[in-house]
Each structure stands twice: as structure tokens, then as C-alpha cells.
């Protein structure tokens, strides 16, 4: 690697850190519920390689969250600090990758840079979801693989290494997130194909089939523990997968192609609605971005279908980036629910950002062949930096100073329920406390309180959480002091208001109690209620 590329390298690898590690405990605002839930099982049940709560989690993430929590303690930064770390790997892999592909260096330096200033890859860098080490594990075995081909090719000698690498990263890929399973398979088809072809055209089938041999020896070697769990439990194998499909829709073909338009048009026009993935509705490649990634589209169709004397090494990238972004696409493609979806797409996100740098290389190729640049070259590195500048600037105010700050995005990452566990925290560790659940509230919304209790206790069961009805049973005899948080509205978070007939309840169990400590009454109940509780402890 020439100097001033690891310079370059070394430059997109900081803005990576920056834009994924830079206050990362209080953006996202709050903590999303099912980051609550890889809470718990991180602290409860470490090791293992499934976990089928929350419509069933491959295992791996949580374990590394585990180990986090291990060095750094239960907080929001060590929550969040291993999809920070796992995306900062994506952007060098990403590079790599475009190299391999291309073998051009200009193209893997604009890709990883578009990638590492991406409002959607910092996104999900900086959210504590097992999505964001899907396009980690994909660059890597795919990287791997089509290293240790291609110097099969060009030298006659078998990179061992470099397949065991791949396979490791192939069966890891499994242990992410449950799109791997289609998208890794496919790809993993459509690369063995040509290559198959390559080494066939070269009667040298043996050998090939001798590195496949051991790439999936490695990977299933890998794949053991995943294995074993689901021949014990096959009916988390599917999960909720089925439910969503478009071809459990009325109308399948409609649901079909409805979703494949909506998918398409993500990148350029209009991309995900959902606050926690996106700031709603906004494409999901920036425009300078999305600009280039249609030019890259454009000439990896059009290097495939118009050209006659093509050199081998150019069809190579160009159907591998055309084959995994389908593949990546595909999962998102095939359910109904939420389309666009920006998380269920995140497979094809390393092949789109690769087409982005397709694109601005061709650009800047054509610049540099032109008599003009020659003359006035430092206009077209200002030009250049000029670019970065506006991709840094840009994704900075995007993510930091507007979507952060939405009310909208605060409620979605459940914000207030962070704030009422705070809360609960600060009441005396001596004192039983028993967190109730009216209005709109479900046990679901306990998970985000459940690790702000953390937070404080380094376990969990400290609290108990009740619906309405299982406290009205509870027997409080003998136990102590107690608080009691009747949990209601918080702010705009739910739309039904706790009712007058619950509010009496819970004064009459309260009452029976005999309660000697305080109660937190968080909701907008009439006051004759309150000062009905009153009677016997004090509201705060």
C-alpha cells in the first residue's frame, strides 16, 4: 500500500470512529426496547448461540454485548459499543472489498468513504441491533474468498489463510441476523458459479473443488453450535419469517412487486419511514451519494451487456456487485411489512456504497484525462476536497443537530421511559419497589426500565413489574417498605388514558397494603384518586 493511500485510509477510518464512537451514550436519545431485551439476555443467559425471545436472536451479538458490559460495565456506552465497533470494521472491509473487486485502489478509498459518512451505515452503527454485523460478516468472507480464488488464478498457489478466513466469516454470518441466511447462501452460490466456470475453462476443476472443500469444512466447523440448537428446537429455525412474507399477503404478486418498487426507490427518493431507522421518508443514500451510485449501476449493467472485449477482472466485479446487491436486496423484497425497510436491507448496503465509488471514479478518471486538468489542477482538488467537506458537514447536521433532536425520534428510542427508570433509581435500595403497568402500557415497555435498573444494580430483580390486574393479587404482607410507580401516560408515547375504575383499584390495593413509603403517580389521573392514595403515603 502506497503511502498516500494509507494516509487517505487512515483519514475515512477516523471520520468512521468519529461519526460511530463521538457521544455515543446520548445519541440515540433513550434506548429502544429491543436493545432492552439484548440487555437481558447479555446479563442473564450469556452464551448462547440463539435466543428465541423477541421473535428469536442469533446468539452472538448478546455474547459480545456481554463481554462489553464485562469491561466497561452496564451503561449505554458499552450497550452500544460493540455496533460501533462492528460498523468501524465495515468501512475498512468495505475498502478491501472495492479494492478486490476492481483492482482499482481509488474505488475501495471513495467507497469506504462513502460508507463511513452514511447516514445509514452510522445509523445502525450507534443502535445496539445485531443487523449492523450483517454487511460486517458479508464483506469479509466475501473479501476472503475472492482473494484466495483470484491468487489461485494469478499464481497457482492456494491461499489456505485466506479460505479459512472466509469460511470463518461464512459460518459467523449465521450467527448475525436471519437475512444472512438468504443473501449469504446466494452469494455465496453465484460466486462459486463463475469461478467454477474460471476454473473449468482452465481444467482445473480438482483444485477448485479441493478450496471449496475446505472453505465449507471451516465454515460448518464454525456452524456446530448453531446446528446443535436448532435440531433441539426446529421450530425457531423459521421464527416469525413466515408471518411477514409477501406470499402470506391476499395478493402475492401485488404485494410483490409493491414492495420491490418501494425498495428500489429507497436509495434515490423516498427510503424508510421509521424514525429509529431514518429520518422518515428521506432516501437512504445522500444526493452526492445516490449520484454516483446510479452512475456505477449504469456502467456495471452496461460493462456486462454492450462490451465484447472485456477484461476478465472487470466482469468479475461487476457481477459479483450486481448478484450481491440483488441477493442483499432480496430479504427486504420478499416481506410486506414496513417496505422500504432500511434494516432488512442493510445485506446490500456494502455492494451500494461499492457503486457509489464505481461512480465517482469514473468521474474523476474522465477529469484526469482531460487536457484542462492538467492546467487548472488545483481547481479540481478543490473541487475534490470540496466534496468531502459538504459529505462531512452534511452527515454531521443530519444526524447530530436534526434527527436526534426530533421529538419523534426520542419517542421512538422510548426516551421517557429512560427517564422514569432514572427516576426510579434514585429511590433508597433498601425500599421494595413495584413498577405497575396501566393505560396503553405493556410488560414489552418494562425492558427499557429494566436496564436503567441495571444501570445502577448490575443485574436485574431488584424491581417487579406488574400488570394492573397481577397487582391487585400481589400480597404485601411482611414485605417491608415498599414504592409503588404506577407507571401511565408518558408524554405522547401511548393513546389510552388510565381510567378512572384502574386509578380506584389501585387506591383500594394500596390502601390494603398499608404502605409506609412513596408512590410515583405518572400519569394524568383526577385528583380525588390521588388524594384518595394520600390517605395512607405520600405522592411525589
Request: charge should be positive.
Amino acid at each position: 500500500m502506497q503511502r498516500k493511500t494509507l494516509l487517505c485510509l487512515l483519514g475515512i477510518l477516523f471520520l468512521a470512529v468519529f461519526f460511530r464512537f463521538w457521544q455515543l451514550g446520548s445519541f440515540p436519545p433513550g434506548v429502544f426496547q429491543d436493545e432492552a431485551v439484548n440487555t437481558m439476555d447479555a446479563l442473564n443467559n450469556p452464551g448462547q448461540p440463539f435466543y428465541p425471545a423477541n421473535n428469536g436472536r442469533e446468539g452472538l451479538f448478546m455474547n459480545l454485548i456481554a463481554l462489553s458490559f464485562k469491561f466497561f460495565g452496564v451503561n449505554t456506552v458499552a450497550l452500544r459499543l460493540v455496533s460501533a465497533i462492528i460498523g468501524t470494521l465495515t468501512v475498512l472491509g468495505i475498502y478491501f472489498l472495492g479494492k478486490e473487486l476492481t483492482k482499482k485502489e481509488n474505488i475501495g478509498l471513495w467507497s469506504s468513504l462513502f460508507v463511513a459518512l452514511s447516514f445509514w451505515h452510522i445509523n445502525f452503527s450507534r443502535i445496539s441491533f445485531r443487523v449492523i454485523m450483517l454487511p460486517f460478516a458479508i464483506v469479509w468472507f466475501l473479501y476472503f474468498l475472492i482473494k484466495a480464488f483470484n491468487r489461485k488464478l494469478e499464481s497457482d498457489k492456494t491461499s489456505w489463510w485466506d479460505l479459512a478466513a472466509s469460511g470463518f466469516f461464512f459460518g459467523l454470518g449465521f450467527y448475525t441476523y436471519t437475512t444472512f441466511r438468504l443473501t449469504g447462501v446466494l452469494l455465496l452460490f453465484f460466486v462459486l458459479l463463475y469461478y467454477l466456470i474460471v476454473f473449468i475453462k482452465k481444467k482445473e476443476f480438482k483444485s477448485f473443488f479441493g478450496q471449496c472443500l475446505f472453505f465449507g469444512l471451516i465454515g460448518i466447523i464454525v456452524l456446530i453450535p448453531l446446528i446443535s440448537y436448532f435440531v433441539a428446537h426446529p421450530a425457531d429455525f423459521l421464527g416469525r419469517t413466515s408471518q411477514v412474507m409477501v406470499f402470506a399477503q391476499e395478493n402475492p404478486v401485488k404485494a410483490l412487486f409493491d414492495s420491490l418498487g418501494k425498495h428500489l426507490a429507497m436509495f434515490n427518493f423516498h427510503g424508510d419511514w421509521n424514525w429509529r431507522h431514518n429520518i422518515a421518508g428521506a432516501p437512504q443514500l445522500e444526493g452526492i451519494t445516490g449520484f454516483f451510485f446510479l452512475i456505477g449501476i449504469i456502467l456495471s449493467l452496461g460493462s456486462l451487456i454492450f462490451h465484447k472485449k472485456r477484461d476478465p477482472q472487470e466482469v468479475l466485479g461487476r457481477y459479483i456487485l450486481l448478484m450481491g446487491f440483488a441477493c442483499g436486496l432480496l430479504p427486504a423484497v420478499l416481506t410486506a411489512e414496513g417496505a422500504p425497510h432500511a434494516l432488512r436491507t442493510m445485506g446490500c448496503l456494502p455492494f451500494a456504497f461499492i457503486f457509489a465509488g464505481v461512480g465517482m471514479n469514473y468521474a474523476v478518471e474522465k477529469i484526469n484525462a482531460t487536457e484542462s486538468k492538467q492546467k487548472f489542477s488545483w481547481l479540481y482538488n478543490s473541487l475534490a476536497t470540496l466534496v468531502v467537506i459538504v459529505l462531512i458537514t452534511t452527515t454531521f447536521y443530519g444526524y447530530f443537530m436534526n434527527w436526534a433532536q426530533k421529538k419523534e425520534v426520542h419517542s421512538a428510542f422510548a426516551s421517557d421511559f429512560v427517564d422514569f427508570g432514572e427516576l426510579v433509581n434514585k429511590i433508597d435500595s433498601n425500599i421494595n419497589v413495584y413498577i405497575i403497568f396501566y393505560g396503553g402500557n405493556s410488560t414489552y415497555d418494562a425492558e427499557t426500565i429494566r436496564f436503567i435498573e441495571a444501570t445502577k444494580y448490575k443485574k436485574t430483580g431488584h424491581y417487579q413489574y406488574f400488570t394492573s390486574d397481577e397487582f391487585e393479587k400481589y400480597d404485601f404482607q411482611n414485605k417491608g417498605n415498599n414504592a409503588v410507580v404506577a407507571l401511565g401516560n408518558l408524554g405522547n408515547s401511548f393513546s389510552d388514558p388510565i381510567k378512572g375504575e384502574e386509578m380506584q383499584g389501585l387506591a383500594t390495593v394500596l390502601n390494603k397494603a398499608n404502605l409506609t413509603s412513596v408512590v410515583f403517580i405518572l400519569n394524568d389521573a383526577p385528583n380525588e384518586y390521588i388524594q384518595h392514595i394520600q390517605q395512607k403515603v405520600s405522592v411525589k
